[in-house]
């Protein structure tokens, strides 16, 4: 199939599959979508197994694997999805709440990416290294899971920009940690030696360099577009920076998604404050709020028919809830950690840390990664492990957030 088949075909089903929640679940839309994809493979899967002369299952894997869920997301839809997820953050409120963003996606990466590395490790005997790149692809939470999430829960304004500040910022963080333990993990042939230096040289690289080239670039583009009046050319303009930016920061190899966050942040508040007429505005928003939904709707339906290139069996299932209570506490310690750190000069609301934990979901960023890991006799059970948690995260933490929030008390913040 070429590539316009392709997509033409996922965008048919994306409708075809949000029509379905729409008249029949009522779910919020990504995860309907998410939903009725998994429920229509697993009925595929079903189907095959008893009637096997179909040969349905080698017919739909290799279409499922050549999709290259990976690099479609992490080299293609991840930069505009973290772009248009940037633009409705207010950097005000978000630098009232930097050095809670700033120590969960530093600290918090690493304390969860090292407690649920350690815990996997030994529960089930995965070799350290090999178990801290699960740590690693597991501890980022994934903004378009949450930044959707967030949408419907109507949380108070100061936890919301917390949890959407650090959900925009620590995926690259984790992408940092993730490339430097696959590196120690599966070293190449010809690659240096890992060590401290090496890992301050790729995160000054990667994590410094993006969010340098991000401002510089979001920058330019700000000061072309406040001396034109024409919105089809900003919305153009700002089309560009997300996919001519992200493609330049991979090409420099500095961090993408660190890139398209800060860029996106200045585009989303100097530049429709400073350098765009009220209509731009309004299409600018517009604009991104439907490429936001329509890149969604897409992610989350390859995350529910990504189950056909997954194996399964009891073991692996059961590996899989372990792997839900890792994440779990690894994300508690990740959480309450920097809010003790931080409590004797900012104050937090007893609701903070079992918000967050709950509402810190895993989302496709996870299974990408996971898809990524190099060959080797552990990655079906760390692919496994990553999809079940992911679909727990998404469809069960997911749908009771709101109601958990609600039950300890959401509500406007205190004058």
């Not at 953050?89 to 530093?106: C, E, G, H, I, S």
């Not at 230096?197 to 340098?212: C, K, P, Q």
């Amino acid at each position: 199939m070429t590539v316009l088949q392709i997509a033409s075909l996922m965008i048919v089903m994306a409708g075809l599959f949000g029509s379905i929640n729409y008249f029949f679940l009522r779910l919020p839309s990504s995860i309907g979508i998410l939903v009725v994809a998994l429920v229509a493979s697993l009925l595929v899967m079903l189907l095959d197994a008893f009637a096997p002369q179909l040969n349905l299952l080698e017919t739909i894997r290799p279409a499922v694997e050549n999709l290259e869920f990976s690099d479609t997301l992490l080299e293609g839809m991840l930069g505009l999805l973290l772009f248009a997820g940037a633009l409705h953050v207010n950097v005000a409120d978000l630098r009232a709440q930097a050095w809670t963003v700033a120590l969960m996606a530093t600290l918090g990466v690493g304390l969860s990416t090292a407690i649920a590395g350690f815990g996997l490790h030994l529960i089930l005997g995965v070799p350290l290294i090999v178990a801290l790149v699960f740590g690693a692809l597991i501890s980022p939470t994934d903004p378009v899971a949450v930044l959707g999430v967030l949408r419907k829960a109507k949380l108070r304004k100061t936890l919301e920009t917390q949890i959407a500040g650090e959900s925009l910022f620590n995926d690259g963080v984790g992408y940092v940690v993730f490339l430097f333990i696959v590196a120690l993990a599966f070293p190449t042939e010809g690659s240096n030696e890992a060590s401290l230096w090496s890992a301050l040289a790729l995160f000054g690289r990667e994590a410094i360099g993006g969010a340098m080239l991000g401002a510089f670039l979001g920058w330019t583009v700000f000061q072309v577009m406040k001396r034109i009046d024409d919105y089809p050319l900003e919305v153009l303009l700002s089309l560009g920076l997300a996919l001519g930016g992200y493609e330049l920061a991979l090409y420099l190899h500095m961090s993408g998604p660190i890139m398209a966050v800060v860029a996106g942040l200045f585009i989303g508040d100097v530049g429709t404050k400073h350098g765009m007429s009220h209509q731009a505005r309004e299409y600018l928003t517009a604009f991104w709020t439907l490429i936001d939904e329509i890149l969604n709707a897409l992610l989350f339906l390859m995350i529910g028919i990504e189950v056909f290139a997954i194996t399964f069996d009891m073991d692996a299932v059961l590996a899989g809830m372990l792997g839900i209570v890792l994440s779990l506490v690894a994300r508690l310690v990740a959480v309450s950690v920097p809010i003790t750190l931080l409590s004797p000069w900012i104050k937090h609301r007893r609701d903070v840390i079992p918000i967050m934990t709950w509402g810190g979901l895993k989302g496709g960023i996870s299974v990408a990664l996971a898809l990524s890991i190099p060959e080797n006799e552990w990655k079906p059970l760390i692919l496994t492990i990553t999809y079940i948690v992911v679909l727990f995260s998404i469809i069960v933490q997911g749908l009771t957030i709101a109601p958990l929030a609600k039950k300890l008390g959401k509500g406007q913040d205190q004058p």
